[in-house]
Nanobody, 128 residues
């Protein structure tokens, strides 16, 4: 059974940086997983932030391109999100997600329903 847990959230000022980590248990080999970060602000729909496939190819939402970087780690900490130049509109709960088959990375856009495993979320608050 795969369990994911996000860490690294917090409250920062606009322009500052945060690095989110996704810790995992139950991963056999994270290289076969399609993994992603989603976020959801109060009263808004979930938004796909970034995605990385088994070959390291990445996809980003337009709103974070050039500021956020998704990367893979090891089986215990398989996913990171480096967030630079944070803006108040980045305020949300951030979730890591994994698809063990990898099909979630075949779609052109980030679709939350393609991911089987989710963390509980970590809050990121950016003040102006």
């Amino acid at each position: 059974q795969v369990h994911l847990a996000e860490t690294g959230g917090g409250s920062v000022q606009a322009g500052e940086s945060l690095k989110l980590s996704c810790e995992a248990t139950g991963f056999i080999d994270n290289n076969y997983y399609c993994m992603a970060w989603f976020r959801q602000a109060p009263g808004e729909e979930s938004e796909g932030v970034a995605r990385i496939d088994s070959d390291g190819r990445t996809t980003y939402a337009d709103s974070v391109k050039g500021r956020f970087t998704i990367s893979k780690g090891n089986a215990k900490s398989p996913l990171y999100l480096q967030m630079n130049n944070l803006k108040p509109e980045d305020t949300a709960t951030y979730y890591c997600a994994a698809d063990p088959v990898g099909g979630a990375c075949a779609s052109r856009t980030l679709v939350s329903s393609y991911f089987n495993y989710w963390g509980q979320g970590t809050q990121v608050t950016v003040s102006s």
